[in-house]
């Protein structure tokens, strides 16, 4: 192989080298690119994904406030049921003493 054979093929080698590399960058921006309408999508996709957060966030604030609500009123409930129970307990106790006494005041005027 001549001087001139070697720079000639050298030369070839080296523009094929270059073509291919050219031909693969281009194949990675192509398959990389993200078009206009892909950044808008994306972006309205951001938003509506934001949207629904603070909707979450709003939802939960909201239960746990209605929680903490239906806690209270429930603890009232049960506070006025036990108050009651004791009164009704009492009013009980009360009747039958009466009627012991009734009782013992009809035995005596019989007896």
Do not use: P
């Amino acid at each position: 192989m001549t001087r001139t054979e070697f720079i000639i093929a050298t030369a070839i080698i080296l523009f094929i080298a270059f073509c291919m590399g050219w031909f693969v960058n281009w194949l990675v921006h192509r398959f990389t690119r993200v078009s206009r309408g892909d950044m808008e999508e994306l972006e309205k996709m951001a938003q509506e994904l934001h949207e629904a957060e603070e909707t979450r966030d709003q939802a939960i604030t909201y239960l746990q406030q209605r929680e903490a609500e239906l806690t209270n009123q429930l603890s009232q409930t049960e506070a006025e049921l036990s108050a009651a129970m004791d009164g009704l307990r009492d009013a009980r106790h009360e009747a039958e003493e009466m009627r012991a006494y009734v009782e013992r005041i009809s035995a005596a005027n019989n007896g």
